[in-house]
């Protein structure tokens, strides 16, 4: 009669045990762990998450060049050649320094071409109006319809021919004072305080120069501003009057600052793609080239040398040294009077975290985190279906750039 008991007991003993890890592994919920239907959530270290602006390059970095904040260039006068240059390229120039003078004979010859010419229209006009007072007394004698109407078109083409030449005559004297006035004036001096960037030798001894001839080329001396192109998928990025970060390519240490000033979208794409000057910071390469640009104004340029290469980034305020943990406000989210995220608990399931937070950063999107969060935890960014005690996987980012330590990384159910 004892057999059966024993039995019984046995059968109890072994049913207990059961609900009890039941019970154990569900968390003393009544149901089991990360009841999640099959998912896991993700959670990232907030020592990476608090340095993400630097270490994830989130932030967009651009490929500038330093060029003069102003540049202008010098035509020569159409038909003219110069006489001689007094600068160099590389001389440093004042305003009102001599620059070049025009030769003189050039000129002298382009005044008298230029007065043969109106002669000419002088005469042609005269001809034509003589033209009509002839066909006009013609008419008076003519009796049929067909020969009015040719004598009266005659005088339409004669009086047209009038309007033109009158016209060319107005731009050939335009043309003559022009003439008279830099026969007058053959000495060209500088506009502004700068340097002397490019002379076309060329251009200087040709006769035959145009008004598209550039000569010579200054750029304003000790102003500096960021040339920097953009392509068709980041023009939307950028805004006037956007601060801006320029560091240095070979030193990252040395950083300036300055402000977007003028947007240029007017040239359009390239279809250069040998010489790119976006560089994104995340993806670590280059994408094709673009004519489209922006210009960032330097609020100091001490350092920095004309042609050389730099990095451009939007200003977000990465530079300023903040005391204490700061994370991205998506994180977190309210109940009531509470502030909350999704956090990894010492189970390695995922909790609903109280903590308390003190500053705001706008311009981030951050929020110092004041209490109930350490630099060694994992958190997850809020998602409707989250559940308290889901399995949670880490994602390191060390792990992901391929450093030997593995110890954090893998799931945990």
Not at 47 to 65: L, N, Q
Not at 102 to 123: G, V
Not at 310 to 337: A, C, H, K
Request: proline share 2%.
């Amino acid at each position: 009669m004892k057999r059966p008991v024993i039995v019984l007991l046995i059968l109890l003993a072994a049913g207990g045990a059961a609900g009890f890890g039941y019970y154990y592994y569900s968390g003393g919920s009544g149901t089991t762990a990360g009841a999640s239907n099959g998912k896991t959530v993700y959670v990232n270290h907030v020592e990476e998450i608090a340095g993400i602006a630097d270490a994830g390059g989130e932030i967009p970095r651009y490929g500038g060049e330093i060029e003069p904040l102003e540049t202008r260039t010098i035509r020569l006068e159409s038909g003219q050649s110069v006489a001689k240059t007094y600068v160099k390229v590389g001389d440093k120039v004042k305003t009102g320094t001599k620059l070049f003078t025009y030769n003189r004979s050039s000129i002298e010859d382009a005044i008298e071409k230029n007065d043969i010419e109106i002669e000419k229209k002088k005469n042609e006009i005269l001809s034509e109006q003589k033209s009509v007072e002839d066909e006009r007394k013609t008419l008076q004698t003519l009796k049929t319809q067909a020969e009015i109407s040719e004598a009266t078109m005659n005088i339409t083409e004669y009086e047209n021919n009038i309007k033109s030449a009158e016209f060319e005559l107005k731009k050939l004297e335009i043309e003559r004072d022009r003439l008279n006035s830099n026969l007058a004036n053959t000495d060209v001096y500088a506009g502004m305080d700068g340097v002397v960037r490019t002379i076309n030798a060329a251009a200087a001894s040709s006769s035959s120069s145009s008004d598209s001839d550039e000569y010579m080329t200054l750029m304003k001396d000790g102003d500096y501003r960021v040339k920097v192109k953009l392509n068709e998928q980041n023009i939307n990025d950028v805004s006037e009057g956007e601060p801006m970060l320029i560091r240095s390519r070979t030193d990252e240490t040395a950083v300036w600052t300055g402000v977007v000033t003028e947007l240029d979208f007017s040239s359009g794409p390239s279809t250069d793609t040998n010489n790119s000057d976006y560089y994104d910071s995340s993806s670590d390469t280059m994408t094709s080239s673009s004519n489209y640009a922006f210009y960032v104004t330097l609020d100091n340029s001490e350092g920095l040398l004309l042609g050389e290469h730099v990095f451009v980034e939007p200003d977000l305020g990465q530079l300023t040294e903040r005391e204490g943990l700061w994370i991205d406000s998506y994180y977190l989210f309210e109940e009531e009077t509470e502030t909350f995220l999704w956090a990894e608990n010492r189970r390695h399931q995922l909790e609903k975290r109280a903590v308390t937070t003190g500053q705001t950063d706008k311009v981030q999107d951050q929020v110092e985190i004041t209490g109930g969060l350490e630099y060694s935890d994992y958190i997850a960014c809020p998602q409707a279906y989250y559940e308290e005690k889901m399995p949670v996987t880490r994602v390191d980012y060390a792990i992901d750039e391929g450093l030997e330590d593995d110890t954090e990384a893998g799931s945990y159910l």
